[in-house]
């Protein structure tokens, strides 16, 4: 449905005053150009080699900055991800040109007609990109996923991989539809659709809201919205399966990045509320908001204007970083879990640092200090972790590295420490699988004790553990 029609001059214009408003703009010094030129030519290249993966990227057809690699196999029961992830740390050294630059932008800032990438191209679109058919270096996250779709174990390496092909999200769908598609694509709606299942059963929502795709034709731009295609949703239900297992690692280890989002506020599910009757849209009373959101269909005009308008209830997201102890609040409540982001380190600044300190804690070795600042030791680290230049110990850590016998980690994700917690005047009308998530949480918190030494209460301790995760020993061969 198009709903826009405007004259290019114009929209170029304003997004030009923005990008000045923000003081932001698309070049890079000659400098950061210059060491990103001398980077790319250099990478620091992991021994482990795992090249034989046969991973692939999804993407919209037109992208170049690739993140992400996906691969998922069988394994009895349940699956296996693999998901690479680009590793920046193997070309930004902190405190080099391209790593100031990066921290004075914090993220990739898109426009109608452009975008103002975070990293040079040279590295974002090419050495640093998960480009088909070259080697590159990755966080290789590799995660254990049960017949229900809940996460079990978790680890993260450093390897060399190589991506396949690069496809696209239309082609694919094409394919499911046609009944042509590779396995790969078979096991993702498998394990995406276990994942909505369980964010559904843990109270958390995702808004179904329409893309938005910009068409210039010469002077004329124009606005369209589409829903998204399932297999979108389902490679979105790894990402987050991924933040979650993350989230996981730290909120153990109680040093790490969160992204968080408050509870919110009760007046505005009220509003929301009187929102939908305004709209002639039924929620009865015992409809938790999440059901709500679920019953509604984008295709209807109404309920298209209810979901747009259920956005209120998703601002205040933020970051949040520790170190010593868990945040008082820190879920995403939008996930009802934990959640931190480690997928995007080409576009997003915070998903490297997050990135670091899950492979520290996969490795049992100390939490490096991250940031340009921190390299210096001139100002506070920019990530919060601890005092510039100094290394961070994480519970479980040895002095000098080494992994110790490793107290089991739980890396999931929405089933676990979110499920059946409400907060706000929706609280405690949750049951059927929630309530059965809660018994889990209870044996989990009872087995988990066995391998933790509790200290003393403090900030966040209340958020225990609900079932023991296993850490993955991922095969080493040797250096490449």
């Not at 426009?111 to 070259?134: C, F, G, M, R, Y």
């Amino acid at each position: 449905m198009r709903v826009l029609h405007a004259d290019g001059d114009t929209l170029r214009a304003g997004i030009t005053a923005i990008q000045q408003d923000l003081g932001v703009h698309p070049e890079f010094p000659a400098e950061v150009e210059q060491a990103a030129q001398a980077a790319a030519s250099s990478p620091r290249l992991p021994d482990l080699d795992r090249t034989d993966i046969p991973f692939v990227t999804i993407d919209p057809e037109t992208s170049m900055d690739l993140d992400q690699a996906l691969h998922i196999e069988r394994d009895g029961t349940g699956y296996v991800v693999h998901y690479a992830i680009a590793d920046v740390a193997a070309f930004v050294t902190p405190g080099d040109p391209v790593d100031e630059e990066a921290n004075r932008r914090g993220e990739t800032f898109y426009a109608a007609d452009s975008k103002i990438p975070l990293h040079p191209k040279v590295l974002s679109e090419a050495a640093a990109s998960l480009l088909p058919d070259q080697d590159r270096p990755a966080l290789l996250w590799t995660i254990k996923v049960d017949a229900d779709g809940e996460g079990t174990d978790v680890d993260v390496v450093r390897a060399v991989v190589r991506s396949r092909a690069k496809l696209d999200y239309a082609g694919i769908q094409k394919d499911l539809d046609a009944g042509t598609a590779d396995e790969l694509f078979v096991l993702l709606g498998e394990v995406g659709e276990l994942r909505r299942k369980r964010e559904a059963a843990r109270g958390g929502v995702s808004l179904p809201l329409p893309e938005q795709e910009i068409d210039i034709d010469g002077e004329r731009w124009s606005l369209t919205f589409r829903r998204m295609l399932p297999v979108e949703e389902w490679n979105a239900q790894i990402s987050l399966l991924t933040g979650m297992a993350a989230a996981s690692l730290m909120v153990y280890a109680r040093v790490g990045l969160l992204r968080t989002l408050p509870p919110p506020d009760p007046r505005d599910l009220q509003r929301m509320h009187r929102t939908a009757k305004a709209l002639h849209i039924e929620w009865p009373a015992e409809l938790l908001y999440p059901d709500f959101i679920r019953s509604l269909h984008p295709e209807e005009p109404s309920h298209a204007a209810m979901i747009v308008a259920s956005t209120r209830l998703l601002r205040g997201s933020g970051y949040v970083a520790f170190n010593g102890e868990t945040p008082e609040q820190p879920e995403h409540s939008a996930l009802a879990s934990e959640y931190a982001h480690v997928t995007a380190p080409l576009r997003r600044l915070g998903d490297r640092y997050a990135g670091e300190v899950c492979l520290a804690l996969c490795a049992g070795t100390e939490v490096p200090p991250v940031g340009a600042r921190a390299a210096r030791g001139a100002a506070p680290d920019v990530a919060g972790l601890g005092p510039p230049g100094t290394p961070v110990r994480a519970r479980g850590a040895r002095p000098g590295g080494g992994r110790r016998p490793a107290p089991q980690r739980r890396a999931d994700l929405p089933g676990g420490r979110g499920a059946g917690r409400r907060r706000g005047p929706e609280a405690g009308r949750r049951g059927g699988a929630a309530a059965r998530d809660r018994g889990a949480r209870d044996l989990g918190r009872r087995a988990a004790a066995g391998h933790r030494r509790r200290g003393p209460p403090g900030p966040g301790r209340h958020r225990q553990q609900d079932r023991p995760l296993r850490a993955l020993s991922t095969p080493r061969p040797g250096p490449k």
